[in-house]
């Protein structure tokens, strides 16, 4: 069940695509724009940043919740994720992995080329995700 409203998804929506013109993409020429949305409704905009080393670029969702968490936030409702794509961009498989384990079963908010919005749970994008819960376990 979603759990933000239409209007703060435009408005996270138009945030990453604001952030998306901040990208460092000289290599794949892919500009990704993230907007991430906590629990006292403060916004925190992230870009992609290339590297001449691919493994060590850095997604524009990953940039928005390492400021957030920087900056002593711990709870979140929602991240959008923004991009070039003309289809609605979700996040890869890292992002979906570091989204559950740092805010929980969030909001992702897509949009396409055409400024449509689609919202879906990221439990959804990564089910039986893998959590702290698993590395608790006696013997591990």
């Known amino acids: 069940m979603v759990t933000i409203t239409k209007e703060k998804a435009k408005q996270l929506a138009l ?3 604001e952030s ?3 990208a460092h993409a000289p290599h794949s020429g892919f500009h990704v724009g993230s907007a991430l949305l906590t629990n006292d409704d403060k ?6 940043i290339e590297n001449s080393s691919y493994s060590l670029t850095n997604c524009a969702e990953r940039t928005a919740l390492f400021k957030a968490v920087s900056e002593g ?3 979140f409702k929602a991240i959008a994720v923004a991009s070039d794509s003309p289809d609605f961009l979700p996040p890869c498989g890292a992002c979906r992995q570091v989204i559950a384990d740092l805010c929980g079963d969030i909001d992702v908010v897509m949009i396409d080329k055409e400024d449509a919005i689609k919202i879906i749970k990221i439990s ?3 089910p039986m995700a893998f959590n702290a819960d698993h590395i608790k376990r006696e013997g591990l």
């Open 43 to 48: 916004i925190y905009t992230g870009c992609n």
């Open 124 to 126: 959804e994008l990564l």
């Open 15 to 17: 945030m990453a695509r």
């Open 73 to 75: 936030e711990k709870a």
């Open 20 to 22: 998306r013109k901040m």
